[in-house]
Nanobody, 124 residues
Framework: QVQLAESGGGLVQAGGSLRLSCAASGRTFSTYHMGWFRQAPGKEREFVAAINWSGGRTDYADSVKGRFTISRDNAKNTVYLQMNSLRPEDTTVYFC?????????????????WGQGTQVTVSS
């Protein structure tokens, strides 16, 4: 089974950028549909972005569309979330998720594997 590890979070000023990375274990990363979610303590997980196995199909939440870009490098077993024009409301913990289900979408229950999360804090 795949294990995921996020990195790249940190503190930035509003309008700044961060790139999150999610490294996956194993040799079958290219078969997984990947997603990014975010979740504040006591709140439900919020969909951010998703990308299919080939990288040819992406999906974004309206709140991040035009600012965030999801991408993947299957040779490196890594998925990325480039976050530009960050806002204070983007502050929370970001999680990556994986599933072999090609039909996975915006629901956390669509995904089987999760990373531990990485904190993103945007100051004003």
């Amino acid at each position: 089974q795949v294990q995921l590890a996020e990195s790249g979070g940190g503190l930035v000023q509003a309008g700044g950028s961060l790139r999150l990375s999610c490294a996956a274990s194993g040799r079958t990363f290219s078969t997984y549909h990947m997603g990014w979610f975010r979740q504040a303590p006591g709140k439900e997980r919020e969909f951010v972005a998703a990308i299919n196995w080939s990288g040819g199909r992406t999906d974004y939440a309206d709140s991040v569309k035009g600012r965030f870009t999801i991408s993947r490098d299957n040779a490196k077993n890594t998925v990325y979330l480039q976050m530009n024009s960050l806002r204070p409301e983007d502050t929370t913990v970001y999680f990556c998720a994986a599933t072999t289900n090609a039909g996975a979408g915006r629901y956390p229950t669509d995904y089987d594997y999760w990373g531990q999360g990485t904190q993103v804090t945007v100051s004003s």
